[in-house]
């Protein structure tokens, strides 16, 4: 299902994704140096948006201070199954993205733009195609962009699965010794980042006067918002826009998962009173992650629909690494037995086992999950433990995948 | 990577993809790897100067090559 | 002294022992599989076994064929040490040894530069030393002169039993470690 967009103050305003409209509203692209973009990105405190959230003009300074061939990669993979905001992107505002990439391409003296792309959805690379076919074809050095397809599962979308997948390998993460900003694509000097990152870069660099420097944290996110029926609504939202502006009062008063099924769960109401804001969240012990948030349904239960997505995620495993493929299933074995009334301290010890070992980010990911669970539903826990649930209906949401 | 021998910490970095839970790194290693449940290695600390050169074994006599010593 | 006897004692001689020792090193070979987990002998002795057998017959069949070189009584140049083709004396089983010897180095020198070759490659060189151990058994039998002896049959068979004895207690350790992955959920 394709995400329904809503307009959004900066990033989304354009109101159709031609390159006649998106050149009527910013500047035309320019070739400029690469500590001009790294100073713009630095004084907008330009963060990635891929879910590390690293500062960008570190990344670029990095990549440009080195010699050589380099590679610029946009990852438009979104492999979390709730985020759909790169997708909107590509619908409504791909030039910005193109853009952003052409912009970071240029200033490192690349000229060929590899796009990741997810296999699922066709239709993505169909729009980019569509967008890069009414860019000129103008200037000396012929620019190429070069598609890949990046498999449907979780853990592909991740940093070192993709530069494994544009060096020709399979698609599976590797244990990343050095950065791949120092080494990525074929053992070269790589930018890697998100697609939402290169179109903050953009509208940032190519209308400047828009932003609202001023305030600590200046820029927008983009959310995805899960809804329990119907598609991903993706909204555009300035830093520090209160909550209750995002959700309504009822999806407030329950608990959130933020940042993803790698994130983590804030109580019910605790949103009522706090922004969109990475300070704020650090104050709840959360954070933004890739901008997915997933409020719970009506009468679900936390603890059920935590036990499904660690079920999904156990599954997603690369298989490569053992401590993921043989421990992300006793994990989320043992949370499942918690779940129907049984001990806590297989959970807390699998989790310890499994935490920090494995090549990328998916097994972290997931026990992070597990803790926020455990540390925000300590009562609805307790009443599994004495076979009752909180929640009113068991309503067993579809984790798609 | 080797460690430093002039009596500094190193660190013991596990290749996960090439992991094959041998073994061997915890034979020749126990001070410093034990093993978990699945056979796969769980490092418990840095190298202190004096298990350098055990380590430095430890990690040529994997079998998968999987075992790496980084200096501090 | 390039004639007589002596010559084709150490011929005979080094002969028998990398047969021996390369049985030894392909048995090893097998046995430091990953599913094998031995109470007694812990994993790097059989490994570091295996490597030091591995070297100490890739040593000793070089002494092989340099006494067979040097031997005037037979008409063998340096050049079909390492040419499986072209030797005049029983070209065929003598290039089955050359055949052998170049598998053995190939193997020695890959192993030797592990650190610049990618593991599946390296792994692929390695596995093509499994063809030294047959290879090296039908050229003892072609080449050699004692074949129709007892002791070299008895050799032989015993060197052949090692390794069926090694690779069923191999076969027998994967199919229970897979079972064990299967029952937990986890296909291998």
Known sequence: MRPVVGPGPWLLRSPDPSLETHRSTYRPLTTTSAENLASSAEAAALRGRGGAAFPFATKLRAVAAR?????????????????????????????????????????LGVSEVHLAVPDEHRWISEHLERAIAERPRTGRRRFRWRFHEVAARFVSGEASAVTELVSGRANLPVTSWVPTAIEGVR???????????????????????????????????????????????????????????????????????????????????????????????????????????????EGECPVHRTNLILGYLAGQSARRCGPCLRGLPALAAAFDDLAHGGELDPVLELAGLVEGRGACAHPDGTVR????????????????????????????????? | MTAATNGRRSRI?????????RGLCHELLPELIDLDPWGYPLVLGEVPPELTAAARAAAANCPKRALRLESR | MTDGPLLWFLNRGTGAAVL????????????????????????????????????????????????????????????????????????????????ALDIMLVVALSSALRARLTPRVWRAIHLSGYLTWPVALVHSYGTGTDSKDSWARWLALSCAAAIVLAATARLRSERRYDRELRSVGVLS
């Open chain 1, 67 to 107: 010699r050589g061939r380099k590679h610029v990669v946009v990852n438009l993979s979104e492999g979390e199954p709730a985020s759909a905001k790169d997708a909107a992107l590509v619908l409504t505002a791909p030039h910005l993205v193109l853009d952003g990439a052409e912009l970071v391409a240029r200033a």
């Open chain 1, 187 to 297: 053992g070269q000097p790589t930018l890697l980042s998100n697609a939402e990152t290169f179109a903050q870069l953009a509208a940032l660099v190519l209308d400047p006067g828009s932003a609202r420097p001023t305030d600590d944290e200046p820029g927008t996110r983009l959310l995805s918002l899960n809804y329990a029926s119907g598609p991903i609504r993706v909204v555009e939202v300035w830093h520090g826009t209160p909550w209750c502006a995002v959700l309504d009062a009822e999806q407030l008063s329950r608990p959130v998962l933020l940042g993803g099924y790698h994130g983590t769960w804030v109580a019910g109401g605790a949103l009522r009173n706090r922004t969109v804001s990475a300070a704020d969240l650090a104050d709840l012990g959360s954070g933004l992650g890739a901008g997915v948030v997933i409020p719970l349904d």
């Open chain 1, 369 to 401: 999950l597990v803790r926020s669970a455990l540390k925000t539903f300590g009562t609805e826990i307790e009443a599994h433990a004495h076979g009752t649930c909180t929640g009113r209906a068991l309503i067993t949401a579809a984790v798609t995948a």
């Open chain 2, 13 to 21: 970095r596990v290749d996960w993809p090439s992991c094959q839970a």
């Open chain 3, 20 to 99: 021996v020792l390369l049985t030894a090193t392909v048995a090893l070979g097998i046995l430091t599989g990953r599913p094998i987990r031995s109470r007694w002998i812990p994993g790097f002795v059989t490994r570091q076994l295996h490597r030091n057998i591995a070297v100490i017959a890739t040593v000793l069949v070089l002494l092989h064929a340099l006494s067979a070189v040097v031997d005037t009584y037979v008409d063998i140049r340096w050049w079909q040490v390492i040419s499986p083709v072209g030797a005049t004396y029983r070209p065929f089983w003598l290039g089955l040894g050359s055949l």
